[in-house]
């Protein structure tokens, strides 16, 4: 097997691998999300500024997670890049 090729599936291996497990973790937090939700529906005894607080929270996790997504989408996007790049270039004698 070329070594290219190899490290081509390798690559998407990781890349599947990610996406499968960063889909699990937003699922996890959207469950958790749902639940403290609730809670704060009937929960009279938090104030407002402390729902506000937690709502601005939820934002923040969910704007971070997203930008993290985001960096490693492209990282491997140079990788594959990379390995397309270097298929159309001759290769040299001693390797």
């Given at each position: ?19 499968n497990t960063f889909g699990a973790i937003v699922t996890f937090q959207e469950q958790m999300e749902k639940m403290t939700n609730a809670m704060l529906v009937q929960s009279a ?51």
């Amino acid at each position: 097997m070329e070594q290219g090729q190899l490290f081509r599936q390798m690559i998407e291996f990781n890349k599947m691998a990610f996406d499968n497990t960063f889909g699990a973790i937003v699922t996890f937090q959207e469950q958790m999300e749902k639940m403290t939700n609730a809670m704060l529906v009937q929960s009279a005894w938090l104030p407002e500024d402390g729902r506000k607080a937690l709502d601005e929270w939820i934002k923040s996790y969910k704007k971070g997670r997203d930008d993290f997504k985001k960096v490693v989408d492209e990282g491997f996007q140079k990788v594959e890049s990379f390995f397309n790049k270097t298929d159309g270039q001759p290769k040299s004698a001693g390797l």
